[in-house]
């Protein structure tokens, strides 16, 4: 089948059996280190082991990013099909671990969300309407201009790069500035420290989520959605409005 004619489908369901999958392997980690359920502080894993974590987070970015490379026409299109297959990726992920594990408790449950280049923590609630968010600017993108795939202004990048930035930062700053405390930038990326780190990094208890300077990003993206699609609508709103003076006239 050939993937441009009916692409929704086929990237849909493939973030949905990612999704799945990434729940079971969520299911087989907790069964080894949390049997009694997930809960801060975290329990230490082996160097290697967290490696190896590391390496499956990897692989799961470079499969999202294949299938925004294979399905888009364009830059700008590769890059809506990859946020709209993470965005359903991880919606679907905690849908499957709710089923599988009667998990999250309730959208503001504590979750370590990514490991790369740091470790992202943070209410469920946050990706999900990170995901929300990435599914409507694809949209928006993919289905910018009849059959071809919007180009996103500079000022509208400028936006979406910055109101991401922010939200990082808002997932990163509390574990950072926890292991700030006690080690320096260069014994942190010292790879001698990694069983002091982890050991060290298994005592964080989550406290406070900046929920104003989450927002914050997520205003500068949805501003930056909101820009793309009335520029890619104008002509439609402007005729719609020529038509409604010709009635009133009538």
């Not at 087989?28 to 390496?55: Q, S, T, V």
């Not at 599988?100 to 309407?129: K, N």
């Not at 930062?169 to 069983?195: C, G």
Request: with cysteine; hydrophobic share 55%; net charge positive.
């Amino acid at each position: 089948m050939n993937i441009h004619r009916n692409p929704w489908v086929t990237v849909t369901l493939f973030a949905i059996a990612m999704g799945l999958l990434e729940a079971i392997v969520v299911v087989y980690l907790r069964e080894l280190y949390y049997p009694e359920g997930f809960a801060f502080p975290l329990k230490a894993m082996k160097p290697g082991i967290a490696g190896i974590e590391l390496l499956r987070e990897l692989a799961t970015l470079v499969m999202l990013i294949t299938v925004g490379v294979i399905t888009g026409k364009t830059a700008t299109g590769r890059f809506a099909w990859f946020i709209y297959s993470f965005a359903v990726w991880d919606l679907l992920y905690y849908v499957f671990l709710k089923v599988l594990l009667g998990w999250p408790d309730s959208f503001f449950t504590w979750d370590i969300l990514f490991l790369i280049p740091v470790t992202w923590v943070g209410p469920v609630l946050g990706p999900i309407i990170n995901s929300l968010s990435m599914i409507v600017l694809a949209v928006i993108i993919i289905r910018g201009n009849t059959n071809r795939e919007l180009s996103l202004s500079s000022f509208e990048w400028i936006l979406l790069v910055s109101g991401s930035l922010i939200i990082f930062l808002a997932y990163t700053k509390e574990y950072t500035s926890f292991m700030l405390s006690k080690f320096t930038i260069d014994a942190l990326l010292n790879p001698s420290n990694s069983k002091e780190l982890l050991t060290f990094a298994t005592s964080f208890i989550p406290i406070r989520f900046d929920w104003v300077l989450f927002l914050a990003g997520v205003l500068l993206q949805w501003l930056a959605m909101c820009s793309a699609f009335l520029r890619t609508h104008s002509g439609f709103i402007e005729v719609r409005s020529k038509r409604s003076e010709i009635r009133g006239q009538k």
